[in-house]
């Protein structure tokens, strides 16, 4: 309980309103619930936000990833350049298709693979890169896209978090060779869970619709060896809902982002930096603190103020990564993702925050410079 006996301010907050309900519920009484024509409206209207790119709905994001990563050809004995501080997602998708990850680090500002890091992690073996557009900012794509041209390598968007965000006018999940989308409640819009995959090539998007159904296109005539990672149409309906909403909700989190950037001021605690070119769409409003962090965390908690730390452990010392890497004296050298896991603080910054709630959190914040 806060200290005030207000109530907590929570981190997130999905939101699941009377309009999602309705048309969960239509789609249950059509009796026509497994992937339908929900899902294809659903793609047809996701692609507005990508350049018109094909878009392909699925179960999950991490679906999104393991199965664009299989389209492209991505398996045992190539390596893929994936973020160590990102959510392990970005770099399961990877292992599950047989692939190895090859951990890079991040630039300091937008939490992004640097570009030079990546260049320096290529190798013979080297198929993909996979930047991740972490807490809404988007990565480095103006430099990244130039490093896959040169080595010819694929690139993969791990756009989970960041719909909407874009680089020079370029809405991230239309860079790279394909992207990919969660709508996890908790994520910018929701299908109660789901996924996309977005790309530019026609064959690609058909090996996806084949991948996600068994490898069938026609019933009963599998072409290839696939799965089933079909979106119900209870879902699209769901995520059709809120791609009504998506883009008011966005304006609302970058508002809430740009007061809080006005307001905090405390000693040792950095605003989120926002790259030149770049659209920040605030999956998350994310801090650094100097000095002893779970002191400020529980401080923001007392005071009702819901925090968390995206993500406390990078992929790299995790168990499945770590321990291999271990066996065969393999070292990551990364120390911004090391600098950065060790900082970061998330506040809240979802739209549904009142003015008061956002005069409570810069409150809160700023009460932490007093403990430097
Ligand atoms: C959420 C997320 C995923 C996975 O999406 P799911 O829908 O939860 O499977 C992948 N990568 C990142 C960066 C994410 O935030």
């Known amino acids: 309980m806060s200290s005030d006996n207000r109530e907590t301010i929570p981190a997130a907050r999905p939101v699941i309103g009377e309009e999602e309900i309705e048309a969960v519920v239509r789609v249950l009484r059509s009796g026509r619930v497994v992937q339908g024509p929900e899902v294809a409206a659903f793609e047809e209207g996701f692609s507005e936000l990508v350049d018109g790119r094909h878009c392909v709905a699925v179960n999950s994001g991490t679906s999104a990833l393991h199965l664009l990563l299989l389209a492209l050809g991505i398996g045992p004995g190539d390596e893929v350049i994936v973020p160590s501080f990102s959510f392990a997602a970005s770099a399961n998708a990877v292992r599950l298709t047989g692939a190895d990850v090859v951990f890079a680090d991040i630039e300091p500002g937008s939490f992004g693979l640097a570009p030079a890091a990546v260049e ?3 190798t013979p073996r080297t198929a993909a890169i996979m930047p991740v557009h972490l807490y809404g900012h988007p990565a480095a794509m103006d430099a990244l896209m130039p490093i896959a ?3 010819g390598l694929a690139v993969v968007e791990d756009a989970c978090q960041a719909h909407t965000a874009a680089v020079g006018g370029t809405p991230v999940g239309a860079f790279g060779s394909g992207g990919t989308f969660s709508f996890y409640p908790t ?6 869970e789901g996924g996309m995959v977005t790309t530019a090539d026609a064959e690609i998007a058909r090996t996806l619709r084949l991948l996600r159904n068994q490898g069938m296109e026609q019933r009963y005539a599998n072409e290839i060896v696939g799965a089933n990672m079909r979106m119900t149409d209870v879902s699209a309906a769901v995520g059709r809902v809120q791609l009504g909403k998506v883009h008011g909700w966005t304006e609302q989190r970058r508002a809430n982002a740009a007061y809080l950037d006005r307001h905090i001021s405390a000693p040792g605690v950095t605003v989120p930096p926002v790259a030149e070119g770049a659209r920040h769409v605030y999956h998350q409003y994310t801090i650094r603190v100097q000095g002893d962090r779970d002191a400020a965390m529980a401080r923001l908690s007392e005071a009702g103020i819901g925090n968390a ?4 452990t990078p992929i790299h010392r995790l168990k499945p990564y770590w321990e291999p890497d271990q066996k065969v004296g393999r ?3 990364l120390p911004e993702t090391e600098r950065a896991a060790a900082e970061v603080v998330s506040l809240p910054v979802h739209p549904s925050l009142t003015a008061q709630d956002l005069e409570r959190i810069v409150d809160a914040v700023n009460s932490l410079g007093e403990m430097q």
């Open 187 to 192: 994520k910018n819009m929701h299908s109660l």
């Open 120 to 122: 320096a992690a290529i």
């Open 309 to 312: 730390v995206y993500y406390p």
């Open 331 to 333: 070292i990551w050298d």
């Open 149 to 151: 041209r040169k080595h």
